[in-house]
Every structure is written in C-alpha cells, then in structure tokens.
C-alpha cells in the first residue's frame, strides 16, 4: 500500500478524528466510522449511544453531518426485534444531525455491534484540528467523565441502568449544540473524548501541537459514583490499558513533577487520576481556546445548552506531557 501523502498523512500523523477530503476548492468531505459493542443494556439507547458517537467525530473536525450508513453485526439466533430497537435509536440521533440514513451493512456475528460510517461537509476555513493548541490556551470540555466506568458497574449488577440515566443522557446528547458553539467563537484545537479518555486525548492534541499542558483535577467534571466505583476497582480493561500506556506521561505540579513523576497520593491509584484514562461513550469536545476568548466561548455554550468546564490550559514544556494539579 502506498504511502499516504498531503492532507491524509498529516491528519494520520496527528491522529485527528476523521479523514478529510478536499472536493473543490471551498469544500470539503470529513468521513468517520465507529461501531462497538452494546454498553448498556437497552437496545435503544444502545442506539443512540453509538449512533451520537459516530457523529461526534465529525463535530469535533467543525463540519455537518451529511449521509450516514449502519454498520451491524448481529447474531442470528438473537431476536431482530431487538436489532430494529437500536436501528430506530440509530435512526433517530442521525434525523435529530439533520443527516441522511443511505443504507448499511450486516453480518452474522457471534455478539452484537452496532455504530455508523459518516460523512460530513465544512468548507475549509470552518475545520477545526487536534492540532493548533497554543501556550495559554484553556482548556474546555463539554461533557463529564464517567461513563466507562459506570458501564462497568452496569455489567457488575452493582449499577442499575436507571441509576446512571442521567450519564446515558448526557452521553447521548448530540457533539452539535457545542459545536455550533466552537464555530460561534473561534478556538485553536479540538477534539472529541472517546475511547484513550481524557488523558488520551489531550495527549494527542498536545502531541500535535507540541505543547504541554495543566490539568487540574479539582476541576475535572465526573459523573455522580464514579470515584466509588473506581475505589472499588470498578473499571473495564480499556481504563487499564490507557493507563498502562498512559501514566508516563503524567507528572505531578511543582517539584516533584520537575523530577519526572508522580508523587504523593497520585503516584498511586488515586481515583481522580484513573477517571482520566475511563475510556468514554459518546464523550464530550475538548477545546482549546485564546485566553482572550475563553469567557465568550463559556457564554456561548451556556447558550446552547452544552455544558462547560474549564480543565486546565496549554503551557510550554515537553510535548504531549501533562502537569496534575490538585
């Protein structure tokens, strides 16, 4: 296979959230796919859940979605009744993207999946990339964290589905709200949270911005149980392995970070720092924007009704490296 060249091997070299393909010279295609196991137990919101995930790549480049297409794996001794459940959650998040549905795929699997291929448009100047994030930047997301591990709480029987609907809600919710947002204003980088977490994400950003950055956990929003959980050891493989391929690139603030580690309660299993590395559903945007704009993108969010909270910001230091604030 020959190597990629231009536009695709530099969004394949920073990792960013969909493959962007210049139509003419004031538009262009932003194309994305995701499909996963269910992670929760109803087929609706199921749905919806992969369906708000699949799209939610192609807000976080700053384009709209145009067409999407269903990717299923489905058991063939499973009831379809169930599958025609999380086609119509499906269904509805790609109407309420004011997309097109234009088919799909099936296939006899042994466990079911379910998500979307997508394709978006955005003239030029409106795509927003991982990349771009600048020293002094604050550091914005859109949604809490959490959802990982209370899925794997759900699983456990320790979880009821009712008692984390307020976080399939949330998760549900369209990346749209806040994009509109992001466009309103203007920022410098973005990207979506999903399955390396927060920490991963923001290392990607970083990575392709060649900055560093400051992440307090005072302020990082979770979903209500989660710290419990994660006390608990209530968490999927997927936060291990993040962590595993994750933590070196934390440091603690102050002098210990300066010596390259964590130190105190966070060089250990401090629930706050895995949270960090929950691999999300449907996550929120994380935003990187002008100090000078910081105050007019909050407003704008609140205007939209997506949430907001102010992370931390981008600093000068060794790329890709993450400063842990109390």
């Not at 994009?179 to 309103?184: D, E, N, P, Q, V």
């Not at 949270?275 to 704008?300: I, N």
């Not at 997506?306 to 230091?317: C, L, Y």
Request: some cysteine.
């Amino acid at each position: 296979m020959p190597p990629s060249t231009g536009e695709f091997a530099r969004l394949l070299e920073t990792r960013d959230d969909a493959a962007v393909v210049p139509i003419c010279d004031d538009l262009c295609l932003v194309q994305t796919v995701d499909f996963f196991t269910p992670v929760v137990d109803s087929a609706l919101w199921f749905g919806r859940l992969a369906a708000a995930n699949a799209l939610s790549d192609v807000y976080a480049m700053g384009a709209r979605p145009l067409t999407a297409m269903n990717l299923v794996a489905w058991p063939s001794d499973l009831d379809f009744g169930v599958l025609g459940e999380v086609l119509r959650g499906g269904m509805e998040k790609v109407e309420e993207a004011g997309a097109e549905l234009a088919g799909g795929h099936s296939i006899d699997d042994k466990e079911p999946k379910y998500g979307l291929a997508v394709t978006g448009v955005a003239k030029p100047d409106e795509l927003v990339y991982n990349g771009g994030a600048e020293p002094g930047d604050r550091l914005v997301l859109t949604k809490r964290l959490g959802i990982g591990v209370l899925a794997s709480g759900l699983k456990k029987g320790i979880v009821t589905e009712a008692g984390m609907m307020g976080a399939i809600e949330e998760a549900a919710a369209l990346n749209a709200a806040a994009a509109t947002a992001m466009a309103r204003v203007g920022v410098h980088a973005c990207t979506d949270v999903s399955g390396f977490g927060l920490a991963g994400h923001l290392g990607e950003m970083l990575d392709a911005s060649q900055a560093a950055a400051e992440l307090r956990l005072a302020a990082v929003p979770l979903h209500d149980g989660v710290l419990d959980l994660i006390a608990q050891q209530v968490y999927a493989g997927g936060l291990r392995s993040n962590r595993e391929f994750l933590l070196p690139r934390l440091r603690e603030a102050g002098p210990a970070g300066a010596a390259g580690r964590l130190a105190g309660p966070l060089a250990g299993q401090d629930p706050r720092v895995l949270a960090l590395f929950d691999p999300q559903t449907s996550g929120g945007l994380l935003m990187a924007v002008a100090p000078e704009k910081h105050g007019l993108l909050l407003d704008a969010l609140a205007q939209v009704g997506a949430g907001a909270w102010t992370v931390g910001q981008v600093v000068d230091g060794p790329t890709g490296v993450v400063a842990i604030e109390e």
